[in-house]
């Protein structure tokens, strides 16, 4: 409620229209009318630290959405919770389109794992467009004897218990990664959880760890570098990045595959005109030349669907994961 002060109290009826519209503007209670949207600058809510794939991702996009979008779109980094602390502050924001969540696979990860959240993940948000998908690579520090997985499995049963996982948070894809090629694997490992990809891959590059699962995105420059091994990657198929590189399912584990997508929710009740609008934005970002060059480089491959079609692979991602996590057996803690 904005409650009339003194001075500003007046018979003209235009003046006190006037008066209440300057107040609920400086405020932030008046959003834009969607066929203006946006009229301001647009946050962009990153739910992990910097350093990992999904601050790689969107630093990468931001810039140009901000040309595409005509407003500046800014990067808000907000780690903590496995997500969870970002997509929440995006859940309680207004649903008008300017505050926004890079979500990746661990939203529906948490939705499948967590019984209770401080949202709703499929009905407090909108499932606007998705913008990349990565590959997840299983690496280790090259000090490590094993040269591909089969050593790394062999080397795991024979010391039980003595090889550190580095991962970047309980319930993070790249932890659940290592928790399901644990469950196929049937081996024993220390799992070491970092706040974040950044610090996880600092303590793995540093020898502080013997392996683990990250996106492609953040592994490629140190696997240029020789400064970790390369042993898979967790999708279905080799990447172009890595073409010597098998997949875990060739190295002995059919049906074994973890992907990892980005990509761009909104609060529930963003008016559909404004939604239309973000969808066209993001998608003709993804969809440019420039950026998809940048993201080759990055181990990171464009991804469009349409808005009802992305709210259905959300889904699926949620479901699948629940299937998984009550075959395996797997959990957070």
Same mark, same amino acid.
């Given at each position: =409620?904005?409650?009339? /002060?003194?001075?500003?109290?007046?018979?003209?009826?235009?003046?006190?229209?006037? *008066?209440?519209?300057? /107040? =609920? %503007?400086?405020?932030? &209670?008046?959003?834009?009318?969607? $066929?203006?949207?946006?009229?301001?600058?647009?946050?962009?809510?990153?739910?992990?630290?910097?350093?990992?794939?999904?601050?790689?991702?969107?630093?990468?996009?931001?810039?140009?959405?901000?040309?595409?979008?005509?407003?500046?779109?800014?990067?808000?980094?907000?780690?903590?919770?496995?997500?969870?602390? #970002?997509?929440?502050?995006?859940?309680?924001?207004? #649903?008008?389109?300017?505050?926004?969540?890079?979500?990746?696979?661990?939203?529906?990860?948490?939705?499948?794992?967590?019984?209770?959240?401080?949202?709703?993940?499929?009905?407090?948000?909108?499932?606007?467009?998705?913008?990349?998908?990565?590959?997840?690579?299983?690496?280790?520090?090259?000090?490590?004897? &094993?040269?591909?997985?089969? %050593?790394?499995?062999? !080397?795991?049963?024979?010391?039980?218990?003595?090889?550190?996982?580095?991962?970047?948070?309980?319930?993070? $894809?790249?932890?659940?990664? #290592?928790?399901?090629?644990? %469950? /196929?694997?049937?081996?024993?490992?220390?799992?070491?959880?970092?706040?974040?990809?950044?610090?996880?891959?600092?303590?793995?590059?540093?020898?502080?760890?013997?392996?683990?699962?990250?996106?492609?995105?953040?592994?490629?420059?140190?696997?240029?570098?020789? @400064? !970790?091994?390369?042993?898979?990657?967790?999708?279905? +198929?080799?990447?172009?990045? !890595?073409?010597?590189?098998?997949?875990?399912?060739?190295?002995?584990?059919?049906?074994?595959?973890?992907?990892?997508?980005?990509?761009?929710?909104? @609060?529930?009740?963003?008016?559909?005109?404004?939604?239309?609008?973000?969808?066209?934005?993001?998608?003709?970002?993804?969809?440019?030349?420039?950026?998809?060059? +940048? /993201? *080759?480089?990055?181990?990171?491959?464009?991804? $469009?669907?349409?808005?009802?079609?992305?709210?259905?692979?959300?889904?699926?991602?949620?479901?699948?994961?629940?299937?998984?996590? +009550?075959?395996?057996?797997?959990?957070?803690?």
């Amino acid at each position: =409620m904005f409650r009339i /002060m003194p001075e500003i109290r007046r018979t003209d009826e235009c003046c006190l229209f006037g *008066a209440l519209t300057i /107040m =609920m %503007a400086a405020a932030g &209670a008046v959003a834009a009318e969607p $066929s203006t949207y946006p009229t301001r600058p647009i946050r962009l809510v990153i739910p992990f630290s910097p350093g990992g794939g999904s601050d790689i991702v969107g630093r990468l996009v931001s810039p140009y959405l901000t040309l595409a979008a005509g407003q500046q779109v800014v990067v808000d980094n907000r780690p903590g919770g496995n997500t969870v602390i #970002g997509a929440g502050l995006v859940a309680n924001a207004p #649903g008008d389109g300017y505050t926004l969540l890079l979500a990746n696979a661990n939203f529906s990860i948490n939705a499948a794992l967590f019984q209770q959240l401080p949202y709703n993940p499929q009905t407090d948000f909108v499932a606007v467009a998705p913008v990349a998908n990565v590959s997840n690579v299983l690496v280790s520090h090259p000090t490590l004897p &094993a040269a591909n997985l089969a %050593a790394l499995i062999a !080397l795991a049963k024979s010391k039980p218990g003595t090889l550190n996982f580095a991962s970047p948070g309980a319930g993070t $894809s790249s932890h659940l990664a #290592g928790t399901l090629l644990q %469950a /196929m694997a049937h081996i024993d490992f220390v799992t070491i959880p970092y706040k974040g990809a950044g610090p996880a891959m600092t303590e793995l590059v540093g020898g502080q760890a013997h392996f683990a699962v990250a996106a492609m995105a953040s592994v490629l420059p140190y696997a240029k570098a020789g @400064r !970790l091994r390369a042993l898979a990657v967790t999708t279905a +198929k080799r990447s172009t990045l !890595l073409p010597n590189i098998p997949t875990v399912a060739e190295s002995g584990y059919p049906g074994y595959e973890v992907n990892n997508w980005f990509g761009i929710l909104s @609060r529930r009740g963003t008016p559909p005109a404004v939604v239309q609008k973000l969808h066209a934005l993001i998608d003709s970002v993804a969809n440019d030349k420039a950026v998809q060059e +940048k /993201m *080759a480089l990055q181990g990171t491959e464009p991804f $469009s669907l349409t808005t009802p079609a992305f709210a259905a692979f959300v889904r699926t991602e949620i479901t699948t994961w629940t299937r998984l996590a +009550k075959q395996f057996s797997i959990r957070t803690e």
